[in-house]
């Protein structure tokens, strides 16, 4: 009995404590850090947090996100969201009922499958997906995945073996954004890069 006991909060102090990931991420662009984007996972809540802020033709530019989900293994359960997008502020809820996921975006309410996933990079399982969901304004979108195999990468001044993918958002067609993501041998988020009109936003592990 007080084995049975000791096993049980083993179990649940490695369930609870210990199943947890952690990515920091310089943001780049032009050569120049304008922010970090940082991502964790603990259990099955998941949080993303970016901030950049920079200047292109004497005008200023900022961006803040701030996304924390909860998961049902790979299916996204609950999602709250705020995001300031230089000006233009979004919010997002949802959370799963009567079978469905239920999402509102700045009031407006849609009605989504009960098992989907959003852009959330660190898991690699949405290579996977056919759709996936941008938690900033909870547009339901088309994915391309495509592999372009293993290169190597620096990652924290090392060359490692890097598993090179790019995600293609579309809708109704139309190309949204691209998304280029590397992954390490154990499938571990260690980079990204999407292009801008004004030039790569990269990804820097820290």
């Not at 571990?188 to 890069?193: A, D």
Request: one cysteine or more; aromatic letters at 12%.
């Amino acid at each position: 009995m007080k084995y049975s006991f000791i096993l049980t909060l083993l179990l649940s102090f490695f369930s609870n404590n210990l199943i947890s990931e952690e990515w920091g991420f310089d943001v780049i662009l032009n050569d120049k850090i304008i922010g970090k984007h940082s991502f964790k996972q603990v259990g099955n809540e998941s949080h993303s947090l970016a901030k950049f802020k920079f200047k292109f033709m004497l005008m200023s530019f900022s961006y803040e996100h701030d996304s924390k989900e909860t998961w049902d293994k790979d299916c996204l359960k609950s999602i709250v969201s705020n995001t300031n997008d230089d000006g233009d502020l979004f919010d997002v809820s949802g959370s799963k009922s009567n079978g469905n996921l239920k999402v509102s975006s700045n009031g407006i309410e849609k009605i989504l499958p009960e098992c989907i996933m959003t852009f959330a990079y660190w898991n690699p399982k949405i290579l996977d997906q056919k759709k996936l969901m941008n938690s900033q304004d909870a547009e339901w979108l088309d994915v391309a995945i495509e592999d372009f195999g293993v290169e190597t990468k620096n990652v924290r001044g090392q060359e490692i073996n890097a598993h090179h993918y790019t995600i293609q958002a579309n809708k109704d067609g139309n190309e949204v954004f691209i998304i280029d993501v590397w992954y390490d041998d154990n499938m571990s988020l260690v980079g990204l890069k999407s292009p801008t009109p004004i030039g790569n936003l990269v990804y820097k592990l820290i």
